[in-house]
T-cell receptor, first 114, second 112 residues
Framework: DAGITQSPRHKVTETGTPVTLRCHQTENHRYMYWYRQDPGHGLRLIHYSYGVKDTDKGEVSDGYSVSRSKTEDFLLTLESATSSQTSVYFC?????????????FGPGTRLTVL | QKEVEQDPGPLSVPEGAIVSLNCTYSNSAFQYFMWYRQYSRKGPELLMYTYSSGNKEDGRFTAQVDKSSKYISLFIRDSQPSDSATYLCAMSYTGTASKLTFGTGTRLQVTL
């Protein structure tokens, strides 16, 4: 258990509606990441954060925004959802454990945009 | 061309077989190499972590990195049905905020 929760775990929404996904961590890690996972593409980085109010874009950031007002929470917002944003979204934290410095993932949010 | 290439499978093997999973990459700056295991409808979990070239063993799992060939492998000995999952390779390099570049994953099925 990486100490990460994601909410909601499943969501169905309609094209054009705003959607916010939440990632919550309990271990006070500085770095947090949002990925999407699609068949044939693997995991692709959307945005990441390196501290409160410090964020940067990943490779597939168009159509997404993020916010981090507290260390423990990293929010991903789809301002106006499109069908191409139907995907599974994973949050991750960067942690050093047993001398490995890498990322640990949450359980995912399955989003369907109709 | 993708930075990291991984055969998507599916790969089906009988229980007890030795499994070989592989990734190739194009960016010679990659220094940290990982294998994640992902069960259906779950998040990826870290399985193996290797820095630079060489081998690392952990129980039935062995990770190999050959930087000269830009090729990494994961071997699973005495495979079990519980090893049935998708295996993702990932890699990163220094100074990138630990940003990972993933392969697309290989789906493995171990049959009784």
């Amino acid at each position: 258990d990486a100490g990460i929760t994601q909410s909601p775990r499943h969501k169905v929404t309609e094209t054009g509606t705003p959607v916010t996904l939440r990632c919550h961590q309990t271990e006070n890690h500085r770095y947090m990441y949002w990925y999407r996972q699609d068949p044939g593409h693997g995991l692709r980085l959307i945005h990441y954060s390196y501290g409160v109010k410090d964020t940067d874009k990943g490779e597939v950031s168009d159509g997404y925004s993020v916010s981090r007002s507290k260390t423990e929470d990293f929010l991903l917002t789809l301002e106006s959802a499109t069908s191409s944003q139907t995907s599974v979204y994973f949050c991750a934290i960067r942690a050093v454990r047993a001398s490995t410095d890498t990322q640990y993932f949450g359980p995912g949010t399955r989003l369907t945009v109709l | 061309q993708k930075e990291v290439e991984q055969d998507p499978g599916p790969l089906s093997v009988p229980e007890g077989a030795i499994v070989s999973l592989n990734c190739t990459y194009s960016n010679s700056a990659f220094q940290y190499f990982m294998w994640y295991r992902q069960y259906s409808r779950k998040g990826p979990e870290l399985l193996m972590y290797t820095y630079s070239s060489g081998n690392k063993e952990d129980g039935r799992f062995t990770a190999q990195v050959d930087k000269s060939s830009k090729y990494i492998s994961l071997f699973i000995r005495d495979s079990q049905p519980s090893d049935s999952a998708t295996y993702l390779c990932a890699m990163s390099y220094t100074g990138t905020a630990s940003k990972l570049t993933f392969g697309t994953g290989t789906r493995l099925q171990v049959t009784l």
